[in-house]
């Protein structure tokens, strides 16, 4: 009997911190078929967009436990394409994105922090072309059908990573400000 | 004494002559350039504005003929040489809008709008279509060798004018001493 009371206590505790555990325990992959990656850069004044058409991505997000999130996005920088064969050779040059030496730009989460339900503030690294840089980037976070839309505009400057380095340096050319617009579709549960 | 075009008129013609002729050479030298480069960019730029900037010309050169008279053609004039003229100038009137337009056109289909000057952004009237942008861009090369036909055509004439029966012709368009009557 008194073998019992004492376990009984403790068999509850176990049910109810199991019940209490967030539903998601696995962090959800990133549904590219579903999501984009494009990214808006200024021409002598004319602002024009090309997308990256293959990109991976884990997304842990638990709103009760945001210092738990998690986020990686890896993006496969030869995919990027304007829509014009000359300009999508000529990115993968090394004064652009040198995509033979480094063919893949990546974004980890450090931090998150929780403004409203749909308003998140995401902090993290950015690695381009082998230079990486902190970044904050307000996201917003719709759920429908159990998926999860993260979208947001992230504003960085290319010379930061050498990004059109030598005759490409000028700013009147190329802006500096280049800014990445992502929506982020998590694969169904 | 011949009449000839005010100096407003005349102005005009040869600012917007040397303005096609600059643009015409552009338009040349920048679709030969392979790939993607600076010059190439600041070129296509610059012959973008230099475009946006005759168009305009053009419209202030239409209204001006709209409102004013041109100079009466010498008395001795064959009808047909009227007739000719009468017809190149109005095709060339007509390119002066169609040439322009045609480009302009064609780098919205392109994906690229046009920012005159790099900070004047300019209606963008219709949205990236790439499979639009190859026909338009064929009008545009059309109309520019139709420009380019005409304006030779007239330069002949000019010239037969000048040393086939010396009626000084060339002297309408030229800021010579001369009768300007109201209506010039």
Known sequence: MMKMLTVLPLFLFAVVAWAGQPQQVEPRSVDTASSTIAVVFTQMGVDVDATFTRFSGEIYFDAAAPEATTATVTVDVGSFDFGYPEYNTEVAKPTWFNTPKFSTAQFELTSVAVKTATSLVAKGQLSIKGKTRKVTVPVNLRTENGREHFVGELKINRLDFKVGEGEWRKTDLVADDVTVRFNLTTAQP | ?184
């Open chain 2, 1 to 184: 004494m011949l009449q000839r075009y005010s100096l407003f008129a005349i102005f005009l013609h040869w600012l917007m002559a040397l303005g096609i002729v600059l643009a015409f050479g552009m338009g040349l030298t920048m679709t030969d350039i392979p790939g993607i480069t600076p010059t190439k960019l600041r070129l296509y730029n610059w012959h973008k504005w230099l475009g946006v900037t005759l168009l305009a010309l053009a419209a202030i050169r239409l209204l001006w003929r709209l409102f004013h008279t041109a100079p009466p053609l010498p008395d001795g004039m064959p009808v047909w040489q009227r007739r000719a003229s009468s017809a190149v100038h109005f095709l060339l009137y007509l390119l002066l809008f169609a040439v322009p337009l045609s480009g302009y056109f064609y780098s919205l289909a392109a994906g690229f709008p046009v920012v005159y000057l790099g900070v004047v952004h300019l209606p963008v009237l219709i949205e990236k279509n790439v499979a639009l942008s190859e026909i338009v861009k064929d009008v545009h090369f059309v109309l520019n060798w139709c420009l380019a036909t005409l304006v030779f055509a007239h330069l002949l004439a000019v010239l037969k004018h000048s040393f086939i029966g010396n009626d000084g012709i060339i002297r309408r368009m030229l800021p010579v001493r001369a009768d300007i009557s109201d209506q010039a």
